[in-house]
């Protein structure tokens, strides 16, 4: 029996960021998954610059990275594993600015981010979560950006495993240390 998952995409209630969902073929040896074809992406009008750096991170269940903003757009994806996502729109001129989305992340579910939108995650399930993220440029130490602490209230992310703030193995101290949304909006 093969199944077969068309692509789509949904918009969210960031200007810019969309998640989409990949073609995957399921069959009995397993899944295929398209991780990106540019002609399904420009069809759905989300033309992407050439990607200059993918990482991939490896990261503990119940363990949170982010909020991050840095000047370049990204593409994420999950290659294995379960996470909780979430992104808070930090861009000075959005008309969405200050809003968050949140979602549940599987493999063949991506995430379009644009400049200046905060990305983080939480790896969720019995094993680690791979994430993948393609780049438009190439990351610097001290390149420009924004982050805001994922653990603000005000953010209202439903982080579905609760955080030990000691635990520098489920949060780092540069995330923690980061500013509220809050001390950022009032940045301008």
């Not at 119940?62 to 994806?77: D, N, P, T, Y």
């Not at 959005?94 to 579910?109: D, I, Y």
Request: contains cysteine; proline residues 7%; hydrophobic residues 40%.
């Amino acid at each position: 029996m093969v199944e077969i998952i068309e692509f789509e995409t949904q918009q969210t209630t960031i200007e810019g960021l969309a998640l989409i969902r990949m073609k995957q073929v399921i069959e009995d040896r397993g899944t295929v998954r398209e991780f990106y074809r540019a002609s399904a992406f420009e069809a759905a009008g989300i033309p992407l610059p050439a990607f200059q750096q993918v990482n991939v991170t490896q990261t503990n269940p119940g363990a949170i990275r982010g909020m991050h903003g840095e000047s370049m757009v990204k593409l994420i994806a999950i290659a294995h594993g379960t996470a909780w996502g979430a992104w808070v729109d930090a861009r000075p001129e959005s008309p969405t600015r200050g809003a968050v989305f949140q979602t549940a992340l599987e493999p063949g579910v991506q995430i379009i981010v644009p400049e200046g939108v905060c990305n983080g995650f939480q790896s969720t399930g019995e094993t680690p979560t791979q994430y993948v993220y393609c780049f438009t440029q190439e990351w610097v130490p001290g390149m420009t950006g924004v982050a805001i602490t994922p653990l603000d209230p005000a953010l209202g992310i439903d982080w579905p495993v609760p955080v030990d703030t000691e635990d520098r193995a489920r949060i780092s101290e540069k995330d923690l240390a980061a500013p509220t949304l809050a001390e950022v909006l009032a940045r301008g």
